[in-house]
């Protein structure tokens, strides 16, 4: 009897001039189309892929974590070029590589010594709070590197910590979390641009923001709706303990990002809302089995920085962009 | 005139120069509070953070938005926290925490420097506290007077702000009536 293989096929992005893009949004459609009889292959299709930002990394890593759930059979197909490169760079393989088979063959990657341009956290898998100080120390070494001050690496590093904390806290994820994080040279989201950003993805396979959020019955008014809790998981204060100093997190990373002139958008359940410093904007997918965040933080070259902060590079080099 | 009080310094980046998540908050407020029980009553902890990169919203609400919350609860029996910080943005989770915990902690720029208010301060408590730490110490009568308040007004808005530990009140004997109230400024 001939084994039929599922194929799943992220939908790439296209932004600005950059085509082929990995980000959250790719995987809207992914999950559902993941859940695969037992046991049953399934080829994972990148060919498309070009460019991968955190988002898409980090919702690799879900991605493969559910599948490995129903299958130890998944194949990752992928086109030359620089993307097996920057995987390998991010420790995708390490996590992933004993589960997986690829169309192509690793082992000169492998062996290349590795170069990290010092912009990049790899992709990392943690499950309690104490991991979490190393991830930050992690970080501010790189923005560091890049020049970025005290007050805008803290801004940063407040903002993973915070988001980490929340998905080890409340996810009871079976597989932790996994975050990426990148600085890159350019502004990446929206309509590429001179400046710089940095982009931090979280995301984890746990009960979600409503299920939480429905702990407490106070929220029950606010929990019709996985947007409805996703909006109100945002309002300072909310939490699903009530414990007074509770619920501030989200909060402040949401006006972080907003100062800084970026995002934040969590995708939990079948819900997605994005925060700007002038808008929140919801929309219903597909479910995600999990909460997932994504946080942009630019520095944009026509913006005055305030606090004296440097003016970003203007220079086009792509050290944060995937070429290996 | 107010008494020269105890005081031990803190600093706070012995525990690190990035503070993240709460469960390292709580293992730096049971220090703190360690050394705060370990002070003479009406002694202070300055806790020094200018050696501190950042601090994330969770460290700040677990160090120091439960350890005031416990000192205003009267935990720690006049015995009395100040932050050592300069005006920067390493406060506003300090400061977001004690607002959603309607909590307020003094702030210096270095030990023995005017202090300033961190945190949730209704305007008349504000007010009431700038005339007694002008005064250094100042009686209950006296603050009534100077406030054009009655003397239970009065009482009520100290007694606020002893309780949220921005000042020291003590009982003294006085003639001919027998008791009245004392309020000291902490710095």
Known sequence: MSVVN?????EVRHRGAMSGVLTLG???GVFAAA??????????????????EPAGLTGLAVLIEHLSFKTDRIQLSLSGGSIP???ERMDFFKAFGDRLETNIDLTPLEERSRHNPGTLQELVNFHTEEEIPEIIDRISEILQRQQYLVKERAAICATLSEICANAVEHSSSPFGAYAAVQAY?????GRRGPGEEVLIAIADGGVGIRQTLSRNPDHAEYTATDNEAIRHSLKMGVSSSGELGRGGGLTVVAQIAARSGGSLSLRSGSGRVTTYADRTSSRNVPPFPGTFVRVSLPRLADRPQDGGRRKPARSAKTAGANAG | MAEERAHRVYDLSSAGRMLVTRNVGRRVREELAGVLESLPRGGVLYVDTRGVEFMDYSFADETFGVLISRAAGGEFQDRYVVLVERERDLLENVEASLLQRKLALLRVNDVGESPQVVGSLPEHLLNTLQVIQQAHSITNSELAARLDLNHTAGNNRAAKLARLGLIHRRVETAAP???????????
């Open chain 1, 6 to 10: 599922t194929t799943i096929k992220p």
């Open chain 1, 185 to 189: 040279h350019h502004v990446v989201s």
């Open chain 1, 35 to 52: 859940d695969v009889p037992g046991g049953e292959p399934v080829v994972l299709d990148l060919r498309s892929v070009e460019f991968v």
């Open chain 2, 177 to 187: 009536s027998g008791r009245q109230y004392v309020y000291e400024k902490i710095v």
């Open chain 1, 85 to 87: 490169a920057y995987l």
């Open chain 1, 26 to 28: 790719s995987l809207d």
